[in-house]
């Protein structure tokens, strides 16, 4: 499968389990609500993104000549950070 669809693919898995749009704060109730299977499905779902997420940033620092950064957890904190970083 390509790429994008792939990523895509599992992006419908979390949207039909967790609803469209679904706020950071409402993800613990949402998912305790889940039956188990489906809670599997969106691990599942969630864990192929990352691992695409995370070829596209190896294959960039490959491409790139530069070292690659150590993989640090998502947090809304990093995000924050990265941000911050982008406006200054």
Do not use: K
Not at 42 to 63: F, L
Request: hydrophobic share 50%; charged share 25%; glycine share 4%.
């Amino acid at each position: 499968m390509a790429f994008f669809s792939d990523i895509s693919q599992h992006i419908d898995v979390l949207r039909d389990a967790l609803g469209a749009d679904v706020a950071t704060d409402a993800l613990p109730t949402g998912v305790a609500a889940l039956d188990d299977d489906v809670v599997v499905g969106v691990i599942a779902a969630a864990s192929s993104i990352i691992r695409a997420a995370e070829m596209v940033r190896i294959v960039c620092a490959a491409s790139s000549g530069r070292p690659c950064p150590r993989a640090q957890p998502f947090s809304r904190a990093t995000a924050h950070a990265a941000e911050d970083r982008r406006l200054r």
